[in-house]
C-alpha cells in the first residue's frame, strides 16, 4: 500500500522551501554591511582637539575616552542596554528557551576626552556596539508571578576607550559670536577605530554564514516538497488497488 502525503504537508514544505530559499539569497547577495564597512573606512580618526577644525557635516569617527555629562546610571552604566527576564518558553520549537524582554536603551549626551579636551556628543538614542561592560542582577535568572526578576545591563561607564561615528554639527552659544562644533553620534561603540571595523566586517560574515544556512535549507525543503508533489502524481496515474487508497 502506497502512503500519500496530505496536500497541506506538500503545499506547506513547499512555502517553507521558496521562503527560506528567498531569505538566504537574499542575504547573501545583500551588500549593505559591506558598503557600511567601506564607508566608515574611509572616514578620518580624530581626537576631541580636532573636532573644531572640521568642518560642519563631515562625518567622522571620534576616539577617545567616554566622560558622563549627566548623572550616571544604576551600578556606575553612562550608556547601556537593558533587560529583563521572563522565564522560559513553554512550547513550540524554542521550549525551554529564556525569554529576555528589552526594555529602552539609555543613550543620553555624552562627552568624549582625549589629551585633555572634551568633544560633545549632543544627541541622544544613537546605537551601541562592542560594549564592554555586562551585569546581572542574580547570578541565576529568576521570575515570579508578582513581578520580581533578573534584569541584565550591557554597555559603558566612564573612562572606557570609546570610538563614535556620527558627525561634525554646529550649535549656537548664547551670547557667542560663532557656534561651536561637537559631534552628532551615530554609534558608541567600544574600542578604537581598528576594533569598530574588525567589529563591522563580522557582520559580514555573519550575514554570509546565515544566508548559507537559508539557502540550504531552502533547497533541500524545496526538493522535499517536489518529490512529494511528483510521488501523488505517480500515484494518481498508477491507482493502488488496496480499499483504502481506492477510497482516498
Given at each position: 500500500?502506497?502512503?500519500?502525503?496530505?496536500?497541506?504537508?506538500?503545499?506547506t514544505?513547499?512555502?517553507f522551501?521558496?521562503?527560506?530559499?528567498?531569505?538566504?539569497?537574499?542575504?547573501?547577495?545583500?551588500?549593505?554591511?559591506?558598503?557600511?564597512?567601506a564607508?566608515?573606512?574611509?572616514?578620518?580618526a580624530i581626537?576631541a582637539a580636532?573636532?573644531?577644525q572640521?568642518?560642519?557635516?563631515?562625518?567622522?569617527?571620534?576616539?577617545?575616552?567616554?566622560?558622563?555629562v549627566g548623572?550616571?546610571g544604576?551600578?556606575?552604566?553612562?550608556?547601556?542596554?537593558?533587560?529583563?527576564?521572563l522565564?522560559?518558553?513553554?512550547?513550540?520549537?524554542?521550549?525551554?528557551?529564556?525569554?529576555?524582554?528589552q526594555?529602552p536603551?539609555?543613550?543620553?549626551p555624552v562627552?568624549?576626552?582625549s589629551?585633555?579636551?572634551?568633544?560633545?556628543?549632543?544627541?541622544?538614542?544613537?546605537g551601541?556596539?562592542s560594549?564592554?561592560?555586562?551585569?546581572?542582577?542574580?547570578e541565576?535568572?529568576f521570575y515570579?508571578?508578582?513581578?520580581?526578576?533578573t534584569?541584565r545591563?550591557?554597555?559603558?561607564?566612564?573612562?572606557?576607550?570609546?570610538t563614535?561615528?556620527?558627525?561634525?554639527v554646529m550649535?549656537a552659544v548664547?551670547?557667542?559670536?560663532?557656534?561651536?562644533?561637537?559631534?552628532?553620534?551615530?554609534?558608541?561603540a567600544?574600542?578604537?577605530?581598528?576594533?569598530?571595523?574588525?567589529?563591522l566586517r563580522?557582520?559580514i560574515?555573519?550575514?554570509?554564514?546565515?544566508?548559507?544556512?537559508?539557502t540550504?535549507?531552502?533547497?533541500?525543503v524545496?526538493?522535499?516538497?517536489?518529490?512529494?508533489?511528483?510521488?501523488?502524481?505517480?500515484?494518481?496515474?498508477v491507482?493502488c488497488?488496496?480499499p483504502?487508497c481506492?477510497?482516498?
Amino acid at each position: 500500500m502506497a502512503l500519500r502525503a496530505p496536500s497541506y504537508i506538500r503545499w506547506t514544505l513547499a512555502a517553507f522551501g521558496v521562503g527560506f530559499l528567498g531569505v538566504g539569497l537574499w542575504l547573501l547577495v545583500d551588500d549593505s554591511s559591506q558598503r557600511d564597512v567601506a564607508r566608515a573606512a574611509a572616514l578620518p580618526a580624530i581626537d576631541a582637539a580636532a573636532v573644531a577644525q572640521q568642518a560642519a557635516g563631515t562625518a567622522v569617527l571620534l576616539e577617545g575616552r567616554l566622560v558622563a555629562v549627566g548623572p550616571v546610571g544604576r551600578e556606575g552604566f553612562v550608556a547601556f542596554e537593558h533587560e529583563r527576564y521572563l522565564g522560559t518558553e513553554q512550547s513550540g520549537a524554542n521550549k525551554g528557551r529564556a525569554r529576555w524582554m528589552q526594555l529602552p536603551t539609555e543613550a543620553p549626551p555624552v562627552a568624549v576626552e582625549s589629551g585633555g579636551v572634551r568633544a560633545a556628543i549632543v544627541n541622544s538614542g544613537y546605537g551601541l556596539r562592542s560594549e564592554p561592560h555586562q551585569w546581572q542582577s542574580s547570578e541565576l535568572p529568576f521570575y515570579n508571578s508578582i513581578g520580581d526578576c533578573t534584569e541584565r545591563l550591557r554597555g559603558f561607564k566612564v573612562g572606557d576607550g570609546v570610538t563614535v561615528d556620527g558627525r561634525v554639527v554646529m550649535i549656537a552659544v548664547e551670547g557667542g559670536a560663532a557656534g561651536v562644533r561637537v559631534i552628532e553620534a551615530t554609534v558608541l561603540a567600544g574600542g578604537d577605530r581598528a576594533a569598530y571595523l574588525a567589529d563591522l566586517r563580522s557582520g559580514i560574515m555573519t550575514t554570509r554564514i546565515l544566508g548559507g544556512i537559508f539557502t540550504g535549507l531552502g533547497v533541500l525543503v524545496t526538493f522535499i516538497g517536489f518529490r512529494l508533489f511528483r510521488r501523488r502524481a505517480v500515484l494518481n496515474r498508477v491507482p493502488c488497488p488496496c480499499p483504502r487508497c481506492a477510497r482516498a
